[in-house]
């Protein structure tokens, strides 16, 4: 079965400056996706970013970009410019290109950003 | 705006009573999930549902049920609640392939 691990329960960053998040997986498949999810404390969980496998350029929203290194089975959230709107739970997903769409979740990584 | 609602914000139970926490989506999506969230623990996947009357047990099923009788709605049932499934209960639908999940608010549910 396939896990994912966030390393760091807890980050802080100054606003304005830049943070990664860290994120490692285990699966023996090579198609795959990935996704980083975000959720503030108003709960509602929100889609950040996501990536495919298959390719090889990392995906970029504006201020987030991921380094996606597949050897490593490695994916980091890179936010850059943090604003105070960036403070929440950042969830880390996996999810198999066959088969059934339910996601695997990482345990999360806390982001504080200071003023 | 598409949506994914949940019944209730806020939810508190006796221990032994029958629950049921719904979840309704706009969008036409084949399938649903239901996640609890606990601090530590991350989202753990309960049940899902990839189209009507049809369910898969997730992670930990255990002392859950969920009905799937219409396209949009998805309930999640506790047969007997127990204090130890005071929880966050997230609920979730996608559609494409590979496009992640759109999920509700979240219910909180305490067991007393």
């Known amino acids: 079965a396939q896990t994912v691990t966030q390393s760091q329960p807890e980050m802080s960053v100054q606003e304005a400056e830049t943070v990664t998040l860290s994120c490692t997986y285990d699966?023996?498949?090579?198609?795959?996706?990935l996704f980083w999810y975000k959720q503030p404390p108003s709960r509602q969980m929100i889609l950040v970013i996501r990536?495919?496998?298959?390719?090889?350029q990392n995906a970029t929203e504006n201020r987030f970009s991921v380094n996606f290194q597949k050897a490593a089975k490695s994916f980091s959230l890179k936010i850059s410019d943090s604003q105070l709107g960036d403070a929440a739970m950042y969830f880390c997903?996996?999810?198999?290109?066959?088969?059934?769409?339910?996601?695997?979740f990482g345990k999360g990584t806390k982001l504080t950003v200071n003023p | 705006d598409v949506k994914v609602t949940q019944s209730s914000r806020y939810l508190v139970k006796r221990t032994g009573e029958k629950v049921f926490l719904e979840c309704v989506q706009d969008?036409?999506?084949?399938?649903m999930f239901w996640y609890r969230q606990d601090p530590g623990l991350g989202l753990r996947l309960i049940y899902f549902?990839?189209?009507?009357?049809?369910?898969e047990k997730g992670d930990i099923p255990e002392g859950y049920s969920v009905s799937r009788e219409k396209k949009e709605r998805f309930s999640l049932i506790l047969e007997s609640a127990s204090t130890n499934q005071t929880s966050m209960y997230l609920c979730?639908?996608?559609?494409?392939?590979?496009?992640?999940?759109?999920f509700g608010s979240g219910t909180r549910l305490t067991v007393v």
């Open positions: 979730a639908s996608s559609f494409l392939l590979g496009a992640g999940y759109t």
């Open positions: 699966t023996s498949e090579s198609d795959y996706y």
């Open positions: 990536q495919e496998a298959y390719k090889q």
């Open positions: 997903a996996y999810r198999s290109e066959g088969g059934s769409e339910k996601l695997v």
């Open positions: 969008m036409d999506h084949e399938n």
């Open positions: 549902s990839y189209d009507v009357k049809m369910k």
